[in-house]
């Protein structure tokens, strides 16, 4: 998501993580005018899973661990889901927040060596 212009922006959001009435974790969205929790909005609600949360090349990436496996859906920033990422069996990935380029890099704890993948988003 660009970066607004303070200087011209009208209304200017921001995203965070909270477990406030979620205590698996939830991603809402405020307005720097209006950051009381009254006023926040779901973007990626919660679920039965604990959250772990991740932003790059303009998509979110939420990390659930489900039956000791990881599972991470990329959202767009609106929180429509765009797709479930497919991972080899038995791995522990993180996504890659360093810089917003493509394309993205996981990287994924083995016990064997570090393995990494890259993957290009349409």
């Known amino acids: 998501m660009p970066i607004p ?3 011209t922006t009208t209304v200017q959001l921001f995203s965070l993580k909270t477990n406030l009435n979620a205590p698996n974790g939830r991603l809402v969205k405020a307005e720097v005018a209006k950051p009381q929790p009254e006023y926040w909005q779901d973007v990626i609600p ?3 899973n604990v959250l772990s949360i991740s932003a790059t ?3 979110f990436f939420a990390r659930y661990m489900v039956d000791a496996l990881s599972q991470i859906k990329q959202y767009n920033y609106k929180g429509e889901l765009v797709r479930e990422v497919k991972l080899p069996a038995s791995v522990q990935p ?3 927040t ?3 380029r493509k394309p993205h890099l996981f990287h994924f ?3 064997t060596p570090i393995q ?7």
């Open 94 to 96: 993180e996504v890659s």
């Open 46 to 48: 919660e679920t039965k």
């Open 57 to 59: 090349g303009n998509y």
């Open 116 to 122: 990494l993948k890259y993957t290009k988003w349409t």
């Open 109 to 111: 704890s083995l016990i």
């Open 5 to 7: 212009n303070l200087s």
């Open 98 to 100: 360093l810089k917003i």
